[in-house]
């Protein structure tokens, strides 16, 4: 009996319900949450800082930098008002004189300079041409009417070089310029993936078809989809072709060792400073000094430029041009051999640490 009264407490013991306190999960994230979040978010941040940067920095205030300009005629009357002009610009325009109207048409087409304005005892003439830069010619427009307004005279505008049918804004070939490189950029991401695995010879020759494939395609859009432009076709995929082919030459060079970071290095090349010195959307001489400088040797400004010869301006030499995009493709493959190399070395060394530690 009291064996089983000694039970019982104990048996009621074990059927009451255990009381164990979880521990308590805190409301706000694990402090190593945010470092894993900041990692992530790095890149898209600096790609939004960059862009923020390279496109108000270009573009926010356009004003004239030694724009070339000329006033039609050569007497003396004419000399004066050139250099009154050039003199009150502020640096603005950059004045020259010119014989007659035959003479102010040919360096318009030459695009040697940007307009020229000519006063008859009738009316006023501004020689412009607007297929090399619809933006530049809104300007050069505003700087002469009022001048024209001043002498009293009907202000006549000439289009020497006009926009084509199907390209009103005059952009058109920028915007193909655009599709190109970030065609080009982001083929190049699939193509360093597959081709990383292999040797030195696919990292050189894929690019050279995926560019063919992808120019093709996005020139073959402009010309017979859209009619940016009739003629040159060819011409311009073969161009295009060279200027794709060196974007994923540097896409497959850089990808092995920025990894996550190639993006952003690519985004800086070809959009942040590509886009903004391209002169597609205001020409370097309405754009701030840096901008403006990069014109001269960035990749897209030597496509652009080639391409705006090829479609508007027959017969002009544009063989700079070509030469730039020659540079950059001749530095991209010597940026694969180095990639390569790197790599091949890196892989090296982990396999002979590997071999210590076995």
Known sequence: MSNATSE?????????????????RSVLPHPSMWKHLGLHVLVPVLLGIGMTLAYLGAFHQPSPHH????????????????????????????????????????LVRERTITAAYEATPTQANLYIATAASATTTETVQKVFQPIAFQQHLPFNVVDVVPVGTHDATGQGIFFLLVGLSVGGYAVAAAVAAVTGRHGLFARVFVPVIASAVVSAIIVGIAAYVYHVFDHSVLQVWLLSWLYDALVMWIGVALMPILKSWTVLAMTVL??????????????????????????????????????????????????????????????????????????????????????QAA
């Open 270 to 355: 070809f959009v942040q400073l590509n886009f903004t010195s391209s002169g597609g959307i205001f020409q370097k001489w309405m754009e701030p000094g840096f901008f403006a400088s990069l014109n001269d040797f960035w990749a897209g400004a030597g496509w652009l430029n080639s391409a705006t010869a090829l479609i508007y301006f027959p017969g002009q030499r544009f063989g700079g041009n070509v030469a730039v995009l020659a540079v950059w493709a001749g530095v991209a493959v010597v940026a694969v051999l180095v990639s390569h190399l790197v790599v091949r070395r890196h892989a090296r060394v982990e396999a002979a640490l590997a071999a």
């Open 67 to 106: 724009l070339p300009v000329a006033i039609v005629g050569d007497s003396a009357q004419s000399e004066v008002f050139a250099q009154t002009l050039n003199n009150e610009s502020d640096g603005g325009l950059d004045v020259r004189n010119v014989a007659d109207e035959a003479q102010a048409e040919k």
């Open 8 to 24: 019982a407490p104990a048996l009621a013991a074990d059927r009451e319900p255990a009381t164990h306190t979880a521990p308590r």
